[in-house]
């Protein structure tokens, strides 16, 4: 063991730490600002959009909570408070957004257009072709991102190396064990390419939604006419009208090809000639913010739960389980019809385009099978001297649970909840699959229905409408259940030693 | 308890505990739930001031159950446990959370019982926290200052359970026993888990500390050895009841219980000299859900009493008769299926024919006189139709004396509040030391 009485003083504050060496907290902060100084804007604006869903959900909850307890008026109020104060934030964002960024479709833009038949490009970043000014601007989006990402977890090194007054914790190890844990790497490393995918969507693609999807008639593309042999300009909409891809020799834009309109498909087109990438940027969005939001849910309630049986035991215990079972026996599609069709005019049905109706419903009918399957080592905490310890010098339940117990759940409610968000999105893309009012409200993108209108033309030249979205579903469902896979195997390196524990925890008299 | 008054050491100061009835029983909640098993089956003890009191027995005797109740770490089923005065098994919210201060425990597995996701500081801290006990930084200063009292050093305070060996994890456990600064602590084994030259360690600190912090100790174990050195008077309980109680050097040089004797003599004797005979423990106790009616060790007692009527059928004979009876009751525990009773019905059982083969190993070469053989013939063969319940009870009549009849009470012996639950302590019978010589 070294010595750490360097370090060791009982009344050192991390201030008192940082100042003794402030040089590597500096050197690593110096990097750290200047990463969010070039996007500044995105930042904020991300940010602000992360504090209007909140403020969303929170005024939401208390809506259906006062409209359950029939207080109308109150639960009016709260709607005012809620378009008032997402007014305020959208405005901020809106200013936020203003901000110059390095990163963006403004710096390094891509939609331009021929000035002739054979060139040279106008508009574009560097007068280069759109195919590369896009990939140019992606690459140094991902790069950026992921260097980010790892700047991050290179500032909670400095502070173990240098700051933290504990030379070693549990957490060290379980750390280490992912550093070196590739498969859970891969999970690691395909969710953040999908968070950057919804942090940097709008930046992301050829084009953005709102052009491309939500409104194509108030913007305009200029394009250089081949037959006409003239730059024009035209509605995007009318572009997209003629950029379809149906399956047939010339109504197809596939993947890495350019339209008669100078615009570029990374992934091709839609049968309504919309931009195929653009789409599953946004869907990427919503997706994560609906399966985010319904896991973070149901691992709460699943959690809290657990704890509660384990710790009670007896009636609590049985009556939850019998609860969880009730859930789980009704078939979830049919639940998730049967109350998308009773919320259908609901204002509820409005937020996140319908997508927080669904997570609330996803997590209410999720919660079971993570509750079983947490309810396990929770029971066995539960039998740890070290809560009797605590029961012994008077902590009331709630700090027992939290404390004493929740730690050590942890671990595998993030284990079951990696695992089963991959249920929840292809639950989500099947919702949205069958359409009919159910899943996202178009035109807001989401990948089921990407699939749903590839599905006639699986077979010709628009393989790709279907296969893409398909194919981006099953990459993320297995990251996220290879991150699941890593994080199991950092908790518990050999799952063997827990069943010593057990013994050991049901003997004695 | 008069006698005690006479002697002038410290541990005949006031009780601080006084025990009186305590049952604890488990699972006897919902009418189609088996009998609920008696952990701690009407107790009565008294815990003087000071003392360190030592509670031994075998796994599944109900010691730790006891302690654990002593603590309101379990709801008493029944009875009184009054601490200081104040019954404490009724208190609730921030009247039980005022009292906890008081009592407090120190755990068997030092690998269990500390939270290892916290570091050591945090953990000795915890139950200064949980009653606010002055500031951030007095705080601070007294877990420093416990750390250093039990033999750990400051800087451990950032340190993980996990860094540290089992000795001094039981330390750090003791230190967050005495956060509080508790008047008594149940040591619930404290180091039967540790190395044999750890544990003289630990237990010097722990009369160190007594005597520094005026502790009152109940100390469980089941290492009769390490009671003798450090504790009072002791206790000794079998099956939820305590058999025998008195001062620690008397009740090892002469114990008077059956089964303290039993146990006393399971321990290896330093001098292989000693003549006094072994006696030792036949068979594993009965399950704690069907206790015998009598007393709680009538199955296995080496001198358990004899009926009238059977005084001239032979040692090997009744000692025959015991196991036998032993398996009937065996028998009687196994719940039969459905397949089984309609066999029983149609007189077709023929699971439990193995009864033949153990009764010929039991009495073989053993006689069988008259008085005994219809009993058992009747016996065997309603074991044989599927009928244990009625062979038990065939046997418990014919068999049975007061030991298997009538719960003992509890005997003063000798002048110094030495208690032992046993009916030979009655005028009609035979003294235990004679008993077990036979
Ligand atoms: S009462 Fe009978 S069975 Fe119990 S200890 Fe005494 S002699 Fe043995």
Partial sequence: MEEPTSRFDEDSTLRSRLEADPEPALRWAAVMAALALVQIGSLLGGLLSILDAAVVGVTAIFDVLFGLVGLTGASAAVVDVQSALSGAVTTARDAAEGLPTLLSRETIPNQGHLASADGPWVDTFLGLEPALAWAVRVLLIVGYSLFTFYWLFRGWLVFRAHYRQADWTPTDDMIDRLRDHRWGQFGIFVLALFLIMALFGPALGPTTVSQNIVSPYSHEVTYFNADAGAVETVAAGDANFNSKSKGAGDQNVGPMTYDNFNRFHPFGTLPNGRDLFTFMMGGARITLIVAGLAIGLSALIAGGLAMVSAFYGGNIDLTLLTTADGIVSVPRLLLLIMISAIFANHWLAGVLDGGFLLALIFAFTGWPFLWRAVRGPALQVAQEEWVDAAESFGQPPRTIMRKHMFPYITGYLLVYASMSTGGIIVGLAALSFLGNGLGITPPTPAWGRAVSLGQSYVSGPSWHISFIPGAMIVVLVTGLNALGDGIRDAIDPESAGGDDDEAAAGGGA | ????????????????????????????????????????????????????????????????????????????????????????????????????????????????????????????????????????????????????????????????????????????????????????????????????????????????????????????????????????????????????????????????????????????????????????????????????????????????????????????????????????????????????????????????????????????????????????????????????????ERLHEAFGSVCDRERPAHHQVGDRGRESYCHRHREEYDDVESAIRR
Wanted: hydrophobic letters at 30%; glycine letters at 6%; a negative charge.
């Fill in chain 2, 1 to 392: 308890m008069s006698q005690a008054t006479q002697r002038h050491d410290d541990t005949d100061e006031e009780t601080l505990i006084e025990v009186r009835n305590l049952e604890k029983y488990y699972g006897d909640d919902g009418m189609f739930s088996p009998p609920p098993v008696k952990a701690v089956d009407g107790v009565d003890l008294d815990i003087k001031r000071g003392e360190t009191f030592g509670l031994v027995g075998e796994s599944g005797s109900g010691k730790s159950t006891l302690g654990r109740t002593l603590l309101r770490l379990e709801q008493a089923t029944s009875g009184t446990v009054s601490f200081d005065g104040t019954d404490i098994t009724t208190l609730e919210g921030s009247d039980l959370k005022r009292w906890r201060r008081n009592a407090q425990i120190v755990f068997q597995d030092p690998e269990s019982s500390l939270n290892d996701r916290m570091t050591v500081g945090e953990i000795v801290r915890e139950p200064l926290d949980a009653h606010d006990k002055g500031t951030e930084r007095e705080r601070r200063k007294r877990v420093m200052d416990l750390l250093s009292r039990v033999g750990l050093r400051e800087e451990h305070y950032y340190r993980y359970p996990h860094q540290f060996s089992g000795g001094q994890r039981q330390r750090v456990g003791i230190a967050r026993a005495l956060a509080l600064e508790p008047e008594f602590v149940v040591l619930d084994e404290p180091v039967s888990a540790l190395d044999v030259s750890v544990q003289a360690k630990i237990i010097t600190l722990l009369e160190d500390l007594q005597e520094e912090f005026d502790l009152t100790y109940l100390f469980i174990a089941h290492d009769l050895s390490v009671v003798r050195h450090i504790c009072d008077r002791v206790a000794v309980m079998y099956l939820g009841k305590i058999m025998e109680v008195g001062e620690t050097e008397e009740l090892y040089e002469d114990p008077v219980n059956p089964y303290t004797k039993s146990l006393l003599s399971a321990i290896p004797r330093p001098d292989p000299t000693d003549e006094s005979e072994r006696t030792t423990l036949p068979g594993t106790p009965p399950s704690p859900r069907d206790p015998p009616q009598g007393c709680q060790f009538s199955t296995r007692c080496p001198a358990k009493i004899r009926p009238e009527g059977f005084e001239e059928v032979s040692e090997e004979t009744w000692d025959a008769i015991e196991r036998f009876r032993e398996i009937v009751r065996e028998r009687t525990r196994v719940e039969l299926g459905t397949v089984d009773r309609v066999k029983r019905r149609a007189g077709l059982f023929s699971k439990y024919d193995d009864i033949d083969e153990a009764v010929k190993d039991l009495f073989d070469g053993v006689e069988r006189p008259p008085v005994v053989d219809d009993h058992l013939t009747y016996a065997v063969e309603q074991v044989k139709a599927g009928h244990p319940q009625d062979a038990r």
